[in-house]
């Protein structure tokens, strides 16, 4: 079992930054990969970014590519997400999952959720 912690959430103003952390503890492999989704209401749950640890290779979801970092710090076991130049449309609750072997976008595949980080940005 992994459990997973997001911190880090607020509110930010368009144009501002903002970093996510996600706390990973229990049964953690060093090939995990975590990810980031995050949902609005009335829409799916959109996949942001995701990172493969065993060999620090990215993705990244079309509306946040160039905005947005993900990176992790492996001693702690924590996976950031850096928010850069926000937009109103980045106002979400963001959910860490991860799984093991390769990256997806289809969160399905993802076995492990945090509770989730309330992201509010203001034009």
Same mark, same amino acid.
């Given at each position: 079992?992994?459990?997973?912690v997001?911190?880090?959430?607020?509110?930010?103003?368009?144009?501002?930054?903002?970093r996510?952390?996600?706390?990973?503890?229990?049964?953690?492999?060093?090939?995990?990969?975590?990810?980031?989704?995050?949902?609005?209401?009335?829409? +799916?749950?959109?996949?942001? *970014? !995701?990172?493969?640890?065993?060999?620090? #290779?990215?993705?990244y979801?079309?509306?946040?590519? =160039?905005?947005?970092?993900i990176f992790?710090?492996?001693?702690?076991?924590?996976v950031?997400?850096?928010?850069?130049?926000?937009?109103?449309?980045?106002? +979400?609750?963001?959910y860490? *999952? !991860?799984?093991?072997?390769?990256?997806? #976008?289809?969160?399905?595949?993802?076995?492990?959720w =945090?509770?989730?980080?309330?992201?509010?940005?203001?034009?």
């Open positions: 079992q992994v459990q997973l997001e911190s880090g959430g607020g509110l930010v103003q368009a144009g501002g930054s903002l996510l952390s996600c706390a990973a503890s229990g049964r953690t492999l060093s090939n995990i990969v975590m990810g980031w989704f995050r949902l609005t209401p009335g829409k +799916a749950r959109e996949f942001v *970014a !995701a990172l493969d640890r065993s060999d620090n #290779t990215a993705f979801g079309d509306s946040v590519r =160039g905005r947005f970092y992790s710090d492996n001693a702690k076991n924590t950031y997400l850096q928010m850069d130049s926000v937009i109103p449309e980045d106002t +979400a609750v963001y860490c *999952a !991860a799984r093991r072997q390769y990256i997806t #976008t289809m969160e399905a595949d993802y076995n492990y =945090g509770q989730g980080t309330r992201v509010t940005v203001s034009s």
